[in-house]
Structure formats: structure tokens, C-alpha cells
């Protein structure tokens, strides 16, 4: 499957970013989804992530209760509700394609290319 992420840009801390990965390629409701981000020098860290259903949604601790999984079928899309942004979201955020909702970048086979956020304090 292959994988197209967009929606990112600049924005001041406090603001709000949804971003958008769309799949072409296989049936996009056999596969779970997620987000993972990667800040300058560190690692591609867990975010998101939704089973292939939509019934099941997981986050990273530092995003619940500001971030939102979700999925469009119709549309072979997933997007990352960020709200409430910190400087610390700055990051370039990833869209994954998996057989299984986990939080392991080894569970997911597909990636997309990447979208850059930044957030100013």
C-alpha cells in the first residue's frame, strides 16, 4: 500500500494541525493505522494508532487528550486531530500501514514519506 501524508505546517503553541495520510494500492480496511513522529536527532517515536475497524484507538501518553486517531474508508484516509499543540509536538509526523494496532514501528510495513510540524512557543 502505499502511503501519501499531508496537513503539516507551522503553528504557534496552543494552536491546532489535522493531518491527513491517504492509501492507494490494497484494500485500505484490511490494514491498521498509525502515526509516529521524529524529532531532529531523536527517535521515530509511537503517536497513534487505530485498528482496522476504527474500534479500537491507542495514543501515546504525551498526546491523550489532545490528539484524535480516526479513519475514512470511503475516502482510504486517516488523519491526526492535533489540538492543543506544544513545542514539543514539533516533529516530522509518519503515517503506517500494519496488519495489527500496535505501537512498534516493527508491526508496520508501510510508510508514508513524512509531513514536518513545527511549533513555535
Known amino acids: 500500500v502505499q502511503l501519501q501524508a499531508s496537513g503539516g505546517g507551522s503553528v504557534q503553541a496552543g494552536g491546532s494541525l489535522r493531518l491527513s495520510c491517504a492509501a492507494s494500492?490494497?484494500?485500505?480496511?484490511?490494514?491498521?493505522m498509525a502515526w509516529f513522529r521524529q524529532a531532529p536527532g531523536k527517535e521515530r517515536d509511537f503517536v497513534a494508532a487505530?485498528?482496522?475497524?476504527?474500534?479500537?484507538?491507542r495514543y501515546a501518553d504525551s498526546v491523550k487528550g489532545r490528539f484524535t486517531i480516526s479513519r475514512d474508508s470511503a475516502k482510504n484516509t486517516v488523519y491526526l486531530q492535533m489540538n492543543s499543540l506544544k513545542f514539543e509536538d514539533t516533529a516530522v509526523y509518519y503515517c503506517a500501514a500494519g496488519p495489527l494496532s500496535g505501537s512498534t514501528r516493527s508491526e508496520f510495513g508501510f510508510w508514508g514519506q513524512g509531513t514536518q510540524v513545527t511549533v513555535s512557543s
Open positions: 487505530i485498528s482496522w475497524s476504527g474500534y479500537s484507538r
Open positions: 494500492g490494497r484494500t485500505f480496511s484490511n490494514y491498521a
